[in-house]
């Protein structure tokens, strides 16, 4: 384990809240610097989410976050609110010590590339098939999808992209971090620690939180698979575990001790859900779904609009009144669980090739959004998104408190 863990307690201060809930991180718009703000106010905690943003966005974000709690201990109950928060990075590719090496070989790059190029030829002929019965009703043509050209990630960008984001860490000495969609090498841990930054890092499973203890990090969020938006396995090509969260919360305890503060996030309606994760092991609860229908979310239009016909029984439920939600790489290349639009179910093959295919089908799902054809966007939801409620941040919490 590595010496450059910060003490226990001091991570607990800024990542337990006295609500013992929390916003999770949501990139893509939702996660605002008014949400976090309004959970904090609550008696809770929050992150903000870096990801898909560059450091100066998030640089941006973070004074406005800080501006809203106020500069000084912002105490709403005895604790320092002003610091019960943090942001959310994604670990690109580049960075990431869980891909194994047969998957960084020219001949696996190759062998990417060639799926990626034969989703986009599936995607085109899709939309050029799509187009030709919207000509003939007098509507505009294809849309154009970038190349495989286009869409290959760049190390050296990629790189530099998160150095930067450790930078805006550091100068801007942000409370807390924390890591999705990969594993940082033991230094970057260690760097953070050093300048007074617990550092965390989203596992799925026990052999991930072991991995993760081993390279420094202070904390975990464990996501079971109920939780909307993207799964936040180590290894991009790993395929989502189905075990339901309590007793992957059991195992990750076995693992790593009952010392380390652990977060559990996943399929989050009610207070009923944080009790018995709490007494399942976690700390404290991380929920996203819960908060894209509140005001102070930044929520897309087309989202807020799937999210609302679920929550109030027009679609995406099943005859139990139950969210219809599913796990796809489609939209993406990784497994990320949507509102069962029909796009998933098109393309049950999609490679795991993330972000390629996350830049294959922006503008698809850009133009699906303007359209209102929400059966093309991708409406990430976790398993209780019918329990999503149109309301204050703070009521949101309210309702979730144990
Ligand atoms: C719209 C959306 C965007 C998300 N973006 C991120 C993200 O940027 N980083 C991250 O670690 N997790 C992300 N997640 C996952 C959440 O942090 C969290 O694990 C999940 O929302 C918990 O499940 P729940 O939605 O059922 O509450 C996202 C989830 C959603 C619904």
Do not use: K
């Amino acid at each position: 384990m590595s010496a450059a863990h910060l003490p226990d307690d001091v991570v607990r201060a800024r990542l337990i809240p006295p609500a013992r809930v929390l916003a999770a991180p949501m990139a893509g718009g939702p996660s605002t610097p008014e949400l976090v703000a309004a959970v904090v106010g609550a008696g809770g905690g929050g992150f903000l989410a870096g990801g898909m943003r560059t450091a100066a966005q998030v640089r941006e974000q973070v004074d406005a976050l800080r501006g809203l709690l106020g500069g000084g201990d912002g105490s709403v109950d005895g604790s320092d609110a002003a610091r019960r928060w943090g942001v959310n990075l994604f670990v690109p590719d580049a960075v990431n010590t869980a891909i194994p090496a047969a998957a960084r070989t020219e001949r696996a790059r190759a062998e990417r590339r060639a799926a990626v190029a034969a989703y986009r030829e599936r995607l085109a002929a899709e939309g050029e098939r799509a187009a030709g019965g919207a000509a003939a009703e007098g509507a505009g043509g294809a849309p154009t999808l970038p190349s495989p050209d286009d869409v290959t990630p760049d190390p050296a960008r990629e790189r530099a992209e998160f150095a930067a984001m450790l930078a805006a860490a550091e100068e801007q000495a942000w409370p807390l971090v924390s890591f999705t969609f990969g594993l940082p090498e033991p230094a970057v841990f260690a760097r953070l620690a050093a300048a007074g930054i617990p550092a965390g890092i989203t596992v799925t499973d026990a052999d991930e939180a072991r991995s993760a203890r081993a390279h420094g990090a202070a904390f975990l969020v464990v996501q079971g698979h109920r939780a909307g938006g993207h799964r936040g396995t180590l290894d991009p090509a790993a395929d989502p575990v189905e075990r339901e969260l309590p007793s992957v919360l059991a195992q990750v305890r076995a693992v790593v001790g009952t010392r380390v503060p652990v977060v559990a996030a996943g399929g989050v309606g009610a207070a009923a859900h944080v009790r018995s994760l709490l007494a399942a092991g976690a700390d404290a609860v991380a929920a996203g779904t819960a908060f894209l229908l509140t005001a102070e979310a930044g929520t897309s239009a087309a989202h807020r609009a799937g999210i609302r016909r679920c929550a109030t029984g027009e679609g995406f439920v099943g005859p139990d009144g139950a969210a219809r939600t599913v796990l796809t790489r489609a939209y993406t290349g990784r497994w990320a669980r949507t509102l069962a639009t029909e796009f998933p179910a098109a393309h049950p093959d999609a490679p795991a090739a993330y972000p390629e295919l996350n830049a294959l089908t922006t503008g698809l799902r850009a133009d699906a959004a303007t359209a209102g054809d929400l059966e093309r966007v991708h409406l990430w939801a976790g398993t209780q998104a019918h329990a999503a409620r149109e309301a204050g941040a703070a009521d949101v919490v309210a309702g979730l408190t144990p």
